[in-house]
């Protein structure tokens, strides 16, 4: 197919989208439309000439903001879309061109990520009205993951809670572990091999990934497990639920929104789940903030310590994310935290690197793990998937 892939990922009250050329030369166009329903509704883009531009949209429902994503394509139609969808559960392990049975797949799977898997669906209903002959295909955040062993996906409960209730670990941030891993393949004399991959923003998660397949990664059920993230807690013990309950009459719903909102770096800083900031205010001393950035690393370090396990062979740790590829704090403190794993850091390559730029942190002459910043493409690897999708059915 050599046509643009559009691709869309749709929120309750968002859709980012990106126009993907076979290319790779070629200008992206790419943007938000946000604040969808409200008078301050709003498309932010930029386009060939990579201007920037806005575009009030008020009140604007996410048929209405696709129309407007329409106009600013430039004439450039696409071939196809592909939507990113954040939970497929055990029914997909690969992109799936989207018909009445995949949407019905998807409704099923509502009940995993009820805040991402209806969104998903109306920007799947909205495209489908504007664009009524092109091919669709859905895209799977957990799908990457399905390659997990039940040792690492199984979690220490009851038979029937798996067998009837789909309880089990299904991780995220697929499409962006499989793009590093793979880029590292490319870049590295190590080829697909044993990479630990961290994926560090405002949601982290880490994976082990071997020869290209996910072993096992941080993210279970939910995107809740796992490393402490902007606001959400990470890997809490299962009994605070109960304790919070009983000693602060806090409802589950409460609960939920503590450990998903306000908890992570917001919640240890008390400052804000900007590591930007954090970094700027532990240098000025604050106390809460270094605690945060203490907290932050250290877990990370642990939860890659663990994943190594998975792996038959280590030959490399991938930073990624906007943290993961600006932060050198970050990714010197993880590293400090590893000094039994071989990694050895060239300082100057570390405070060297900013985002957008790929790069190998320890010299090309070191015999042990390597360590790379390789800037995710999220976007990119949907719009691959999406081909690959369409060229196997033909």
């Given at each position: 197919?050599?046509?643009?892939v559009?691709?869309?990922?749709?929120?309750?009250?968002?859709?980012k989208?990106?126009?993907?050329d076979?290319?790779?030369?070629?200008?992206r166009?790419?943007?938000?439309?946000?604040?969808?329903?409200?008078?301050?509704?709003?498309?932010?883009?930029?386009?060939?000439?990579?201007?920037?531009?806005?575009?009030?949209?008020?009140?604007?429902?996410?048929?209405?903001a696709?129309?407007?994503?329409?106009?600013?394509?430039?004439?450039?139609?696409?071939?196809?879309?592909?939507?990113?969808?954040?939970?497929?559960?055990?029914?997909?392990?690969?992109?799936?061109?989207?018909?009445?049975?995949?949407?019905?797949?998807?409704?099923?799977?509502a009940?995993?990520?009820?805040?991402?898997?209806?969104?998903?669906?109306?920007g799947?209903?909205?495209?489908?009205?504007?664009?009524?002959?092109?091919?669709?295909?859905?895209?799977?955040?957990?799908a990457?993951?399905?390659?997990?062993?039940?040792?690492?996906?199984?979690?220490?409960?009851?038979?029937?809670?798996?067998?009837?209730?789909?309880?089990?670990?299904?991780?995220?941030?697929?499409t962006?572990h499989?793009?590093?891993?793979?880029?590292?393949?490319?870049?590295?004399?190590?080829?697909?091999?044993?990479?630990l991959?961290?994926?560090?923003?405002?949601?982290?998660?880490?994976?082990?990934?071997?020869?290209?397949?996910?072993?096992?990664?941080?993210?279970?059920?939910?995107p809740?497990e796992?490393?402490?993230?902007?606001?959400?807690?990470?890997?809490?013990?299962?009994?605070?639920?109960?304790?919070?309950?009983?000693?602060?009459?806090?409802?589950?719903?409460?609960?939920?929104?503590?450990?998903?909102?306000?908890?992570?770096?917001?919640?240890?800083?008390?400052?804000?789940?900007?590591?930007?900031e954090?970094e700027?205010?532990?240098?000025?001393?604050?106390a809460?903030?270094?605690?945060?950035?203490?907290?932050?690393c250290?877990?990370?370090?642990?939860?890659?310590?663990?994943?190594?396990?998975?792996?038959p062979?280590?030959?490399?740790?991938?930073?990624?994310?906007?943290?993961?590829?600006?932060s050198?704090?970050?990714?010197r403190?993880?590293?400090a935290?590893?000094?039994?794993?071989?990694?050895?850091?060239?300082?100057?390559?570390?405070?060297?690197?900013?985002?957008?730029?790929?790069?190998?942190?320890?010299?090309a002459d070191?015999?042990?793990?390597?360590?790379?910043?390789?800037?995710?493409?999220?976007?990119?690897?949907?719009?691959?998937?999406?081909?690959?999708?369409?060229?196997?059915?033909?």
């Open positions: 197919m050599n046509a643009p559009l691709v869309i990922n749709c929120g309750s009250s968002s859709i989208y990106a126009l993907i076979p290319d790779p030369q070629a200008p166009l790419a943007g938000l439309a946000e604040r969808l329903g409200s008078a301050e509704a709003r498309l932010k883009g930029q386009n060939s000439a990579g201007e920037s531009f806005t575009q009030p949209l008020p009140a604007a429902d996410h048929t209405q696709l129309n407007a994503i329409f106009e600013h394509l430039e004439g450039r139609l696409p071939g196809a879309v592909g939507h990113r969808i954040v939970h497929g559960g055990e029914h997909f392990t690969q992109a799936a061109l989207i018909d009445n049975s995949v949407i019905n797949a998807i409704e099923t799977t009940a995993l990520a009820p805040l991402h898997n209806p969104a998903n669906l109306a799947i209903t909205a495209t489908r009205k504007i664009f009524p002959e092109l091919p669709q295909v859905a895209v799977f955040d957990t990457f993951h399905q390659t997990m062993p039940p040792r690492a996906y199984r979690y220490a409960l009851p038979e029937a809670l798996y067998t009837e209730h789909s309880i089990r670990r299904y991780g995220f941030h697929g962006s499989a793009f590093v891993s793979q880029r590292a393949a490319e870049l590295s004399d190590r080829g697909a091999g044993g990479w991959t961290a994926h560090l923003g405002n949601g982290c998660s880490t994976s082990a990934v071997w020869n290209n397949q996910s072993l096992d990664t941080s993210m279970g059920l939910t809740l796992g490393v402490v993230m902007g606001t959400r807690s990470g890997d809490v013990d299962p009994g605070l639920h109960t304790h919070l309950h009983r000693q602060l009459g806090w409802s589950l719903e409460k609960i939920d929104s503590v450990l998903n909102k306000e908890s992570g770096l917001l919640g240890l800083s008390g400052l804000t789940n900007d590591l930007r954090i700027d205010a532990a240098k000025q001393g604050h809460n903030a270094q605690l945060a950035i203490d907290v932050f250290y877990r990370i370090a642990k939860s890659l310590a663990a994943l190594s396990c998975a792996l062979q280590l030959d490399g740790l991938i930073f990624t994310g906007g943290i993961g590829e600006n050198s704090t970050v990714r403190n993880v590293l935290l590893l000094p039994h794993f071989g990694f050895a850091l060239n300082d100057n390559a570390n405070e060297a690197t900013i985002r957008g730029k790929e790069g190998r942190l320890d010299n070191h015999q042990g793990p390597q360590v790379w910043v390789i800037p995710t493409d999220e976007e990119g690897r949907i719009a691959m998937e999406t081909r690959h999708c369409l060229e196997a059915r033909l």
